[in-house]
T-cell receptor, first 116, second 118 residues
Framework: AQKVTQAQTEISVVEKEDVTLDCVYETRDTTYYLFWYKQPPSGELVFLIRRNSFDEQNEISGRYSWNFQKSTSSFNFTITASQVVDSAVYFCALSEAAYNDYKLSFGAGTTVTVRA | DTGVSQDPRHKITKRGQNVTFRCDPISEHNRLYWYRQTLGQGPEFLTYFQNEAQLEKSRLLSDRFSAERPKGSFSTLEIQRTEQGDSAMYLC????????????????FGAGTRLSVL
């Protein structure tokens, strides 16, 4: 079963618009970690954020912000005032602590295109 | 700290040939993971090492695939008798896991090796 669902396949915005990426996850584990990674055209996955299941505080880092809601099993990501350099594929991922392997289960990704 | 390095970046091979990829993790990281990513999909877990021990292999890893991490440093992923279905991006990631404390357990990825099997 798919553990991480990113329903939006592609989002296209004009520069300076805000864009929100949805992520819904599924797990029976009580201790887990949620991640967002960015994959620019160069191919390397760039780590953006990690949240653990016990910390539901929202977080802001510059133009990026994340909204974690356990009640709806969602971990959404917003880019404020988007820029062309934000164009990339963004992946949400889940890591479950139960077996100590901490392998990542990724969603299918959302391609963000920011037009000048 | 030079990050995770993967070599080669691109590999084109003919069906039936063997290929080997290399991954150099971040030096102090004890865990090393391999993932495979096909077009339009997120990466899928293949296998991981804790130091030199290979602790888990996905069902995606057929008998034609083998991975090693001698001395707990760099790792190699070999695919024997390649098939067209093996065409994908192979990603390596490393992390530091210290006992039950997972404060450092963030996986950092290399740029990947893109394999094309003709």
């Amino acid at each position: 079963a798919q553990k991480v669902t990113q329903a939006q396949t592609e989002i296209s915005v004009v520069e300076k618009e805000d864009v929100t990426l949805d992520c819904v996850y599924e797990t029976r584990d009580t201790t887990y970690y949620l991640f967002w990674y960015k994959q620019p055209p160069s191919g390397e996955l760039v780590f953006l954020i990690r949240r653990n299941s016990f910390d539901e505080q929202n977080e802001i880092s510059g133009r990026y912000s994340w909204n974690f809601q356990k009640s709806t099993s969602s971990f959404n990501f917003t880019i404020t005032a988007s820029q062309v350099v934000d164009s990339a594929v963004y992946f949400c991922a889940l890591s479950e602590a139960a077996y100590n392997d901490y392998k990542l289960s990724f969603g299918a990704g959302t391609t963000v295109t920011v037009r000048a | 700290d030079t990050g995770v390095s993967q070599d080669p970046r691109h590999k084109i091979t003919k069906r039936g040939q063997n290929v080997t990829f290399r991954c150099d993790p971040i030096s102090e990281h004890n865990r090393l993971y391999w993932y495979r990513q096909t077009l339009g999909q997120g990466p899928e877990f293949l296998t991981y090492f804790q130091n030199e021990a290979q602790l888990e292999k996905s069902r995606l890893l057929s008998d034609r695939f083998s991975a090693e991490r001698p001395k707990g440093s760099f790792s190699t992923l070999e695919i024997q008798r390649t098939e067209q279905g093996d065409s994908a991006m192979y990603l390596c990631a490393s992390s530091l896991v210290a006992g039950r404390r997972v404060s450092e357990n963030i996986q950092y990825f290399g740029a990947g090796t893109r394999l094309s099997v003709l």
